[in-house]
T-cell receptor
Framework: EAGVVQSPRYKIIEKKQPVAFWCNPI?????LYWYRQNLGQGPELLIR????????DSQLPKDRFSAERLKGVDSTLKIQPAELGDSAVYLC??????????FGPGTRLTVT | GENVEQHPSTLSVQEGDSAVIKCTYS??????FPWYKQELGKGPQLIID?????GEKKDQRIAVTLNKTAKHFSLHITETQPEDSAVYYC?????????????FGRGTSLIVHP
């Protein structure tokens, strides 16, 4: 069974530029999560989808971040414009039941 | 909101020794406690979890204990091996709309010396 796929794996951009991350969850997993992991810290939830509906986006900085999950499968997280403080690893996870989450390898974003 | 404290931040052991990582949480409504292992360049991987109706769970060399009264839980790894070297995260999860949303600790970097 294929795991959660994320791309790109690495991205370097200048501040004020836009950037997008893509996630393909495990087949059949209805719940999809986006997390941000700062250096030396645990992941922090940004947004959670149940199928195509965003059911928890309270931690998403909505002035510059946006996300979508078309057809309840793949998801895209976008930042526009990026700031220096957005440098982090962006992780996507999916789950089938209420408990176990399966994480992708993440996208390491560096904003210069 | 939930707050999870994790100790120690770094743990160095010799191969074959045991390793213990401890976490405390603040929200008494949390009732699911997973532990994740994260290797360099990879996403976190679930290694063991425990639900609030259980005090202890074991899977081969890994065990987790939970004390809901004191709001703390621990990860025990016996007979450590060099491949156990990684960052370990505890999390405390409360129910939110049908899913359990984790609040993670800051992580413990485990180093197992051959």
């Amino acid at each position: 069974e294929a795991g959660v796929v994320q791309s790109p794996r690495y991205k370097i951009i200048e501040k004020k530029q836009p950037v997008a991350f893509w996630c393909n969850p495990i087949s059949g997993h209805n719940t999809l999560y986006w997390y941000r992991q700062n250096l030396g810290q645990g992941p922090e939830l940004l947004i959670r989808y149940e199928n195509e509906e965003a059911v928890d986006d309270s931690q998403l900085p909505k002035d510059r971040f946006s996300a979508e999950r078309l057809k309840g499968v793949d998801s895209t997280l976008k930042i526009q414009p990026a700031e220096l403080g957005d440098s982090a690893v962006y992780l996507c996870a999916s789950s089938l039941d209420r408990y176990e989450q399966y994480f992708g390898p993440g996208t390491r974003l560096t904003v210069t | 909101g939930e707050n999870v404290e994790q100790h120690p931040s770094t743990l160095s052991v010799q191969e074959g020794d045991s390793a213990v990582i401890k976490c405390t949480y603040s929200d008494s409504a949390s009732n699911y406690f997973p532990w994740y292992k994260q290797e360099l360049g990879k996403g976190p991987q679930l290694i063991i979890d425990i639900r609030s109706n259980v005090g202890e769970k074991k899977d081969q060399r890994i065990a987790v204990t939970l004390n809901k009264t004191a709001k703390h839980f621990s990860l025990h790894i016996t007979e450590t091996q060099p491949e156990d070297s990684a960052v370990y995260y505890c999390a405390a999860c409360g129910a939110a709309g049908g899913s359990y949303i984790p609040t993670f600790g800051r992580g413990t970097s485990l180093i197992v010396h051959p």
